[in-house]
């Protein structure tokens, strides 16, 4: 089993930073890829950035430039450094891994950027 945990979430006005994790635990090794995915309400959950084992990585059109993802494979954790934050922004984001071809989310950490 994967458990993955999100933090780092909270309410910014726009313009602003939050830097948010992605711890994971329990099986995690031979991980393939993780990236952070992001819901706002009435819409459909959508990628924000991956990045593979290679260490490749791909951002949403609407967020390249302004955020980046990074990984501590020693800490087992992701990141998610997003600059520039704008209203649209403004839902719940999750953590995915795929894990020996198995898919983990994590619970989700709301984020809120204010006008």
């Known amino acids: 089993q994967v458990q993955l945990v999100e933090s780092g979430g909270g309410l910014v006005q726009a313009g602003g930073s939050l830097r948010l994790s992605c711890a994971a635990s329990?099986?995690?090794?031979?991980?393939?890829?993780m990236g952070w995915y992001r819901q706002a309400p009435g819409k459909q959950r959508d990628m924000v950035a991956f990045?593979?084992?290679?260490?490749?990585?791909n951002y949403a059109d609407s967020v390249r430039g302004r955020f980046t993802i990074s990984r501590d494979n020693a800490k087992n954790t992701l990141f998610l450094q997003m600059n520039s934050l704008k209203p649209e922004d403004t839902a719940v984001y999750y953590c995915?891994?795929?894990?020996?071809?198995?898919?983990?989310w994590g619970q989700g950490t709301q984020v809120t950027v204010s006008s």
């Open positions: 995915k891994a795929i894990v020996r071809g198995g898919v983990y």
């Open positions: 329990g099986s995690i090794f031979n991980t393939n890829a």
């Open positions: 990045v593979s084992s290679s260490d490749s990585r």
